[in-house]
């Protein structure tokens, strides 16, 4: 059974880099699929924020694109998210999951809140 | 950017009822939509995919249909676990994915 797991700080400070790991169980990241990131404001719908492919090639939104790296490290089954320069907007639940073109698995989701 | 808009924003129907979602996307994306489900405090799950495909284990009440620029979800006969929030999703070559606005499905 295939199992994502979002990790990372719960809280940032705005202007500061957020960053957060997705580890995979079940299933070996360098087997195929897109992995993905994607964000939910309080109270607000979903925001697509970006993909790797299992060989490393990224694609991004493109409203978020100036200020996002996602990265995989295929030896721990993980990969990574970094959004830098973040405002009380980027305030959200975090969640990763796999797709081709439609997330058929996904992590539970963790809270990012962005406050001083 | 393909901009898909749901409507209605909300849905307030019984149990049983028939309930009808519609998602219009600003361009053509052919066959390439998705329908999620969330529950409160969950993640997304996927229900339809390439417009009228349902996804593994999800029961045969739930119904996609269009292609092009409108979409339809149905659920024929509302159980009590179906009263959420539905998005519908696409993935354009190129542009990436974007997802609507969500239609809340609320028990009336």
């Known amino acids: 059974q295939v199992q994502l797991q979002e990790s990372g700080p719960g809280l940032v400070k705005p202007s500061e880099t957020l960053s957060l790991t997705c580890t995979v169980s079940?299933?070996?990241?360098?087997?195929?699929?897109?992995w993905g990131w994607i964000r939910q404001p309080p109270g607000k719908g979903l925001e697509w924020i970006g993909s790797?492919?299992?060989?490393?090639?990224?694609y991004y939104n493109p409203s978020l694109k100036s200020r996002v790296t996602i990265s995989v490290d295929t030896s721990k089954n993980q990969f990574s998210l970094k959004l830098s320069s973040v405002t009380a907007a980027d305030t959200a639940v975090y969640y990763c999951?796999?797709?081709?073109?439609?997330?058929?698995?996904w992590g539970k989701g963790t809270t990012v809140t962005v406050s001083s | 950017e393909i901009v898909l808009t749901q409507s209605p924003a909300t849905l307030s129907l019984s149990p049983g009822e028939r309930a009808t979602l519609s998602c219009r996307a600003s361009?053509?994306?052919?066959?390439?939509l998705a329908w999620y489900q969330q529950k409160p405090g969950q993640a997304p799950r996927l229900l339809i995919y390439?417009?009228?495909n349902r996804a593994t284990g999800i029961p045969a009440r739930f119904s996609g249909s269009g292609s092009g620029t409108d979409f339809t979800l149905t659920i024929s006969s509302l159980e009590p676990e179906d009263f959420a929030v539905y998005y519908c999703?696409?993935?354009?070559?190129?542009?990436?994915?974007?997802f609507g606005g969500g239609t809340k499905v609320e028990i009336k």
């Open positions: 999951a796999r797709h081709y073109y439609y997330m058929d698995v």
């Open positions: 079940g299933y070996s990241i360098s087997s195929g699929y897109y």
């Open positions: 790797i492919y299992h060989s490393g090639s990224t």
């Open positions: 361009q053509s994306v052919s066959s390439y």
């Open positions: 390439d417009a009228s």
């Open positions: 999703q696409q993935r354009s070559n190129g542009e990436g994915l974007t």
